[in-house]
């Protein structure tokens, strides 16, 4: 038996604790807030400032794991580095999850080292700088938090007016000290992809089944899979995730999003743990859902092969007010009696707005059409209701 501590206890990381678990390994999920989803199936937890570099050190210490799992964003990732040098297990590495947690380090990484194709972008730390960028790029321009998840803090500008507005909801939706904006050319995309990607100490690279999906907010909102691409463009999806994966090093899954354009194939983001748009998997989609496929990987589990072998959707419920409470869900049962369909409440304490509390998955044969099985998921996942505490 492993001990394996979590950095970052959300919805993601209990499915990976869960199959974790399935191996017999002793799990320690770790978050600033108590009763995080993932320490609700943990066999211990920790609750404190992931960011707060002693706090971090004296989790360590106190469980000594065998292996470290970063889950967010933000964690005191420099601190990663000298963890790995003492000879912890860092998933998937320190250099991956130091790199990918900040989007200036991947974005350089991805577009001047590794030579793959970008949206065009600058990067400002000051609001003249911010100007500055936004006449380089030119109108419409993506907004970002050089760190945040979840959509946080970005948005789409799209004229001079908005540039108070834009910055300042960048730097509140920031995490962590590093106060920076990274400002993207808009890219003319008729579809945003995943791919999926698990890496192995010894193996080759796997790839699952493209999945697309949908944004609001610059959060997704919902994913399927599979989803349509040319034959020319997925080999340059599968040649750009091999070449900045072997790059940052480690073996686990990486959530890797592209942009597909009547051009070609465009790199966007990445993630090296279990991705948002990736819980489509627990639709069946797959002989292994991302979630085994990253626990195998990082355990050095043998991964032969990765098979689609159903068509899936997964929608999220939102939340859409604010409750401190124990929140209630309505419409759980006639959601359930619709053929293939399944939920996952991901048991968080509390609601605010738009904030993810579960998701609708529904699947069919390999062959089906997919907008049909769009309508399906989307249409029960609305029909649930969030009953908080102000609501009551």
Not at 20 to 33: E, H
Not at 152 to 164: A, P, R, T
Not at 270 to 276: A, E, K
Request: aromatic share 8%.
């Amino acid at each position: 038996m492993k001990k394996i501590m979590l950095l970052g206890s959300g919805e993601l990381g209990k499915e990976v604790i869960i199959s974790l678990q399935r191996y017999g390994m002793f799990t320690i999920a770790c978050d600033n807030y108590i009763n995080a989803p993932a320490m609700q199936v943990s066999d211990a937890f920790e609750v404190f400032d992931m960011l707060d570099a002693k706090s971090l050190d004296a989790a360590i210490v106190k469980h000594k794991p065998d292996i470290i799992v970063p889950e967010v964003e933000s964690i005191r990732t420099d601190r990663l580095y000298d963890y790995e040098a003492e000879g912890f297990h860092i998933v998937p590495s320190a250099r991956a999850a130091n790199f990918t947690m900040n989007r200036k380090l991947i974005r350089d990484l991805a577009a001047k080292e590794l030579g793959i194709k970008t949206a065009p972008y600058e990067y400002a730390s000051s609001r003249i700088a911010f100007e500055s960028a936004i006449e380089k790029i030119g109108l419409p321009c993506i907004v970002k938090p050089l760190m945040s998840s979840s959509g946080k803090g970005q948005s789409i500008l799209k004229s001079m007016d908005q540039v108070s507005q834009a910055w300042d909801y960048a730097m509140n939706g920031s995490r962590g000290d590093l106060k920076e904006v990274i400002i993207e050319g808009f890219i003319n995309f008729h579809t945003e992809i995943t791919l999926l990607t698990v890496t192995q100490n010894s193996g080759t690279t796997l790839f699952c089944s493209p999945i697309g999906h949908r944004q609001e907010r610059g959060d997704y909102q919902e994913s399927w899979q599979p989803s349509i691409i040319s034959e020319n463009d997925l080999i340059d999806a599968q040649e750009m995730a091999k070449k900045i994966t072997e790059s940052l090093g480690g073996a686990g899954i990486w959530g890797i999003e592209f942009f597909l354009t009547e051009d070609g194939v465009i790199f966007s983001e990445l993630s090296p743990r279990p991705h948002d748009t990736g819980m489509v998997t627990l639709a069946g989609t797959q002989n292994l859902n991302q979630f085994e496929l990253h626990a195998r990987a990082f355990l050095g589990y043998p991964i032969p092969n990765i098979t689609n072998l159903r068509a899936g959707v997964s929608s999220v419920i939102l939340a859409s007010d604010e409750g401190n409470s124990e929140p209630k869900y309505v419409g759980l049962d006639e959601a359930l009696n619709q053929a293939n369909t399944e939920l996952r409440i991901f048991g968080k304490p509390s609601t605010r707005e738009y904030r993810r509390m579960g998701v609708v998955l529904v699947n069919d044969v390999l062959d089906s059409e997919m907008e049909l099985l769009r309508k399906k998921a989307n249409d029960i996942s609305e029909s649930i209701d969030i009953i908080s505490e102000n609501q009551v």
